[in-house]
């Protein structure tokens, strides 16, 4: 049973940085391509980037794009999200996915992938 598990999540004030941390197991995850995702209460859950498995393509949506950097270390299983600059829009549950398909395009939305964490909650204040 693949399981992923977030961490990295809290309060910091605006224009400071977090860096999230995604470990999957159960699975391989080298052949996964990965993603963020984040979610306010009563909004639907909204792409924040993906990282294809071998780490070469990356997309970020774009409220995020400059700010924030997906990575991943495949050795250790684990996927990462620098969040820079932060603004207290960028305060939500931040979700990370796991793409088993190998679809050659990393995906941005929900239905592209079928394993998911449970989520970390990132607060900004402002």
């Known amino acids: 049973q693949v399981q992923l598990v977030e961490a990295g999540g809290g309060l910091v004030q605006a224009g400071g940085s977090l860096r999230l941390s995604c470990v999957v197991s159960g699975g391989t995850f080298r052949n996964y391509n990965m993603g963020w995702f984040r979610q306010d209460p009563g909004k639907e859950r909204e792409f924040v980037a993906a990282?294809?498995?071998?780490?070469?393509?990356?997309a970020y949506g774009a409220p995020v794009r400059g700010r924030f950097t997906i990575s991943r270390d495949n050795a250790k299983n684990t996927m990462y999200l620098q969040m820079n600059s932060l603004k207290p829009e960028d305060a939500a549950v931040y979700y990370c996915?796991?793409?088993?398909?190998?679809?050659?395009?990393?995906?941005?939305?929900?239905?592209?992938?079928?394993?998911w964490g449970q989520g970390t909650q990132v607060t900004v204040s402002s």
């Open positions: 996915a796991a793409d088993r398909t190998l679809r050659r395009i990393v995906g941005l939305l929900t239905a592209d992938y079928a394993y």
């Open positions: 990282i294809s498995w071998s780490g070469s393509n990356t």
